[in-house]
T-cell receptor, first 115, second 113 residues
Framework: NAGVTQTPKFQVLKTGQSMTLQCAQDMNHNSMYWYRQDPGMGLRLIYYSASEGTTDKGEVPNGYNVSRLNKREFSLRLESAAPSQTSVYFC??????????????FGSGTRLTVV | TQLLEQSPQFLSIQEGENLTVYCNSSSVFSSLQWYRQEPGEGPVLLVTVVTGGEVKKLKRLTFQFGDARKDSSLHITAAQPGDTGLYLCAGEGRGSTLGRLYFGRGTQLTVWP
């Protein structure tokens, strides 16, 4: 099925470890996003990529880095994980270059626990 | 900065009741979208409203965009247990932020049989 695929679905890290969350979309969308979702806080934007080759910070970028590898793939890296990064991470994509904006398509999320 | 305020944050009702969820802002948006999220899944788009005063119906769900394009409401008639989920509103920016969405914190709806 067409959509956004995130891996892994679950991950437990020790404080200080690093890891990369992978995201790929097959809808030929220009824009991709990384959000974190915490109880009571809603969806907070970490980083986004408006088009291939560009990335920009969102609301909560500290402690994260991203790479837009190609048009399909957008990865999120935690260099030194901290307990405050325990969260559910969502990748999304959209195509805002069209005259009518169809919204975001989200992946099913990665549940990350940092102990 | 939280541009969109959703209320209520939690809603627990019996099957068959009606409910309204509100989404308010001091900012004007190009469009307003509503998403529904089920446990363990990402949000899924329900509807997009674009024109001030626009009303859209999706079966038992009615969505309205405020005349000034700053607020929106979601009304569910005769709620069913299958309506249970997290409802998120999201405003689309204007100008240089066209295509960017700004999300509210969500309304957790539970419908009991």
């Amino acid at each position: 099925n067409a959509g956004v695929t995130q891996t892994p679905k679950f991950q437990v890290l020790k404080t200080g470890q690093s890891m990369t969350l992978q995201c790929a979309q097959d809808m030929n969308h220009n824009s991709m996003y990384w959000y974190r979702q915490d109880p009571g806080m809603g969806l907070r934007l970490i980083y986004y990529s408006a088009s291939e080759g560009t990335t920009d910070k969102g609301e909560v970028p500290n402690g994260y880095n991203v790479s837009r590898l190609n048009k399909r793939e957008f990865s999120l890296r935690l260099e030194s994980a901290a307990p405050s990064q325990t969260s559910v991470y969502f990748c999304a994509s959209s195509d805002y270059s069209r005259a009518l904006f169809y919204g975001y398509t989200f992946g099913s999320g990665t549940r990350l626990t940092v102990v | 900065t939280q541009l969109l305020e959703q209320s209520p944050q939690f809603l627990s009702i019996q099957e068959g009741e009606n409910l309204t969820v509100y989404c308010n802002s001091s900012s004007v948006f190009s469009s307003l979208q509503w998403y529904r999220q089920e446990p363990g899944e990402g949000p899924v788009l329900l509807v997009t409203v674009v024109t001030g005063g626009e009303v859209k119906k999706l079966k038992r769900l009615t969505f309205q965009f405020g005349d000034a394009r700053k607020d929106s409401s979601l009304h569910i008639t005769a709620a069913q247990p299958g309506d249970t989920g997290l409802y998120l509103c999201a405003g689309e920016g204007r100008g240089s932020t066209l295509g960017r969405l700004y999300f509210g914190r969500g309304t957790q709806l539970t419908v009991w049989p």
